[in-house]
């Protein structure tokens, strides 16, 4: 309930700064519900909300895009009746996290080069094959990279629908999973009308472990000595524990 | 309820990995094996890295067997000179197992052969066990049991080196424990298992050691060489999820003083007869997985940009 009215308070907030940016020169105005998003121990994916504001005039879309990582595609193949890893490509510049929002069907008002020039999109975007291969591998195996970042809930099947109220209002969630990539995110807003792009803004989210999940993440990473040395000191405590209650009920 | 796990980064139900600790723990108990040989399969059939998997379960291997060798030590059913031979080749077995791990791990094919390696052992060992506990029954059922030799003389007794083990009644060369010890290491490395289901049987049929002594035996051993591979999976892997590793000590901790004492009440031949057929069921499943055509012939690796 609490949070229903902030969220409220902060759509009016916007709703009044879009109006009077509406006559400047902001006709696009975009904020999210939260900037910081924690994983913590109990962390099972959350939703963020997403919402903005329009002068009232043309159509919104929103990339939400996670922070750029290597990814290597292996191609399974069946050697003497099981199924090994065989050829593969690796790939950067990918998006750990991709997902579009749009206030309508895209192909009705955003012409292909403004979907090309800003990668908005799957099929658009700009993951590059490492390395020398030809462009049919290439493409077959970065069509396999999408089929695998989509199935993980990484990247959107089709582009997400946001809702408008009074021809001004725009909102939608974002999900992220409970395997969300963590990373800075960037959120970028366009403003589409009459077929070019009127207006933009991007706005950073960042995806962090905190507490004892990003401590226990750290020292595993940094001083992995002495992880495993206290990783055997647990375990052995835990045994002598778990055997000293046994005894003292038998 | 749901937990988050740093080094997998996955969220985890906790009910469901606690009764898997308990289920497995018991087994465990039972038969004198680390149940890192159910453990590892199940922990990847319910989604967990292979690699996680198998390092996280080298690390509570080190748990169940510290519980469960201290029951064993109480009756006197360690042979600790036995032990530290094995110790000794375990160690130089893990350390090379991690080694090779790693190069596996980068050539991509560290889950192919961790799962291979189960279908290889496992197939074996259930079988082997299988028959023998199968004939076993069978003749002290017709009544012609006839007792068993202390233990048969072949080759191996002609192996220099030759060592007094009293608690396991045996005068034979230390080479053949050695040999079993760094083979089972390297299992423990590569497999994230403790490798009792390799070395109770080797003990038993291969060195000839008295039952009674082969289960404390192989947990006093398993203890040091998982706890070695623990600290060089983590070291050089960070392969090792300790909240994980947590939550399934807890259950097999519990489990383990379950299954010891039932252990204790059970018949042995019906025992080995369960436990071969469990071991066959995991193999079944691996080799299901590895037959079956995916949904998706193409697997991606991801990794922070150079």
Known sequence: MIAAVSIFGLWLAVLLQGTAAASTENPVVVDLSKDFVAITAGFTGTEVLLFGTTAGKGQVVVIVEGPAVNATIR?????????VNGDEVAFENVPA???????????????????????????????????????ATAAEYRNALIRNKQLAGHYGKVEGRMTIVGGRLFRSTVFFPADVPVGVYNIRTYLIDNKRVVSSQVMPLTINKTGLEADLYRVAHKHSA????????????AGLGGNMLFRRNR | MFLYLPIAEISVNVIVFLSLGIAVGTLSGIF??????LMTPLLIFFGIPPAVAVGTEANQIVASSVSGVLAHW???NVDFKMGSILLIGGI????????????????????LVIMLSYVIFLGTIGLLM?????????RSRSGAGSRRKLHQHNFLHGLPFKMRFRRSKLYISALLPLLIGVIVGILSAIMGVGGGFIMVPAMIYLLGMPTSVVVGTSLFQIIFVTANATFLQATFNQTVDVVLALLLMVGAVIGAQIGTQLGAKLRGEQLRILLALMVLAVCSKIVYDLVATPDELFIMVTGAAH
């Open chain 1, 75 to 83: 191609h399974k193949e069946r050697v003497a009746g099981i199924w």
């Open chain 1, 97 to 135: 996290f991709y997902q579009v929002l749009a206030t309508g069907s895209l192909d009705e008002w955003l012409p292909l080069p403004l979907r090309e020039t800003n990668q908005i999109g799957v099929e658009y975007l700009q993951i590059r094959p490492l390395g020398d291969v030809d462009p």
């Open chain 1, 226 to 237: 002495l992880y495993g040395i206290a990783a055997i000191v647990i375990a052995i405590l």
């Open chain 2, 32 to 37: 004198g094996v680390g149940g890192g040989f």
């Open chain 2, 74 to 76: 109480r009756r006197g």
């Open chain 2, 92 to 111: 130089i077995g893990s350390t090379f197992g991690v080694w090779l791990f790693r190069v596996l791990r980068e050539l991509g094919q560290i889950d």
């Open chain 2, 130 to 138: 299988f028959v023998e506990s199968l004939r076993t029954m069978v």
